[in-house]
């Protein structure tokens, strides 16, 4: 059983920066793909940023060069560095996790709120 908890959301200023945290617990965590996704109000819930179990990052359009995605293996930990936000960065931002065999785990979210 995998345990996925998200942290480090809240209010912040267009150009601020925030640091999401997901905190994993179970023993598969660090043999899994892990990734970020956000979902806008009144919006489907969208791909920000992916990383491989061995830290080979992906990250959609609309982020990159902003995002920073990292992961710690020895704390069960994965991160979203997000810098230079924007308003439309305003979501509520979910970890998911997939294990080797395909079972798919979500975190319960956190919300980020980019406004002036």
């Known amino acids: 059983q995998v345990q996925l908890v998200e942290s480090g959301g809240g209010l912040v200023q267009p150009g601020g920066s925030l640091r999401l945290s997901c905190a994993a617990s179970?023993?598969?965590?660090?043999?899994?793909?892990m990734g970020w996704y956000r979902q806008a109000a009144g919006k489907q819930r969208e791909w920000v940023a992916g990383?491989?179990?061995?830290?080979?990052?992906n990250y959609a359009d609309s982020v990159k060069g902003r995002f920073t995605i990292f992961r710690d293996n020895a704390k069960i930990t994965m991160y979203l560095q997000m810098n230079s936000l924007k308003p439309e960065d305003s979501a509520v931002y979910y970890c998911?996790?997939?294990?080797?065999?395909?079972?798919?785990?979500w975190g319960t979210g956190t919300l980020v709120t980019v406004s002036s």
């Open positions: 990383i491989s179990t061995w830290g080979s990052p």
């Open positions: 998911k996790l997939e294990t080797p065999r395909g079972i798919v785990y």
């Open positions: 179970g023993t598969v965590v660090s043999l899994s793909a």
